[in-house]
């Protein structure tokens, strides 16, 4: 089966930290996203980790662990618009098939 | 703009009637694929496309629904005889590699 669990909301204070959790238990694994969307917009891509380790990019840096089944994305200096959800979503990928499976997403509310 | 498009970016239909949605991937980009997405919930997967052909359909894809991409450029989903259940945002994306860029999605109403 497939199931990807993320909280369902957060918040926070502008200028603090976050950490938004993903787990995972897919089928099949060739890479996790990470993804924000903001209301009534299309998700954007802020993250890929296909091998286990911490990748960062600017304010935001994210962590796979495969064994585990475990992935964070962790926001830094929070800033009102961060204010979105975030999704999590695996990669399922072989000779027929390439697709996204994404978690439900996490609502993040920046506070002043 | 060198994005995903998607056309139209809002549609109201009644019940029972055809709607057809359409997407421009990026232009080198060879795969393409379809999700669909409810409040509150990340997208669904609905189709998959590796230049033109369509490897994969997901369960979701009723047989209400079908998508094409005749010339491994633009594609279209059709959805016929619509129902309210189907009211939701298309979302279209395209890949070169392994990171999928989506585009603004289309919104669909059914009445």
């Known amino acids: 089966g497939q199931n990807i669990d993320q909280p369902t909301e957060m918040t926070a204070t502008e200028g603090a930290i976050v950490q938004i959790n993903c787990t995972y238990q897919?089928?099949?694994?060739?890479?996790l996203f990470w993804y924000q969307q903001h209301a009534g917009e299309a998700p954007t891509f802020l993250s890929y980790n296909v091998l286990d380790g911490l990748e960062e990019k600017g304010r935001f840096s994210s962590f796979l662990s495969r064994s585990k089944g475990y992935s964070y994305l962790l926001l830094k200096e929070l800033q009102m618009k961060d204010s979105a959800s975030y999704l999590c979503a695996v990669r399922s990928r072989s000779y027929n098939t390439d697709k996204l499976i994404f978690g439900t997403g996490t609502r993040l509310q920046v506070f002043p | 703009d060198t994005g995903v498009s998607q056309n139209p970016r809002h549609k109201i239909t009644k019940r029972g009637q055809n709607v057809t949605f359409r997407c421009d991937p990026i232009s080198e980009h060879n795969r393409l694929y379809w999700y669909r997405q409810t409040l509150g919930q990340g997208p669904e997967f609905l189709t998959y496309f590796q230049n033109e052909a369509q490897l994969e359909k997901s369960r979701l894809l009723s047989d209400r629904f079908s998508a094409e991409r005749p010339k491994g450029s633009f594609s279209t989903l059709e959805i016929q005889r619509t129902e309210q259940g189907d009211s939701a945002m298309y979302l279209c994306?395209?890949?070169?590699?392994?990171?999928?860029?989506f585009g603004p999605g289309t919104r669909l109403l059914v009445l």
């Open positions: 897919t089928s099949g694994f060739n890479g």
């Open positions: 994306a395209s890949s070169f590699s392994e990171t999928q860029y």
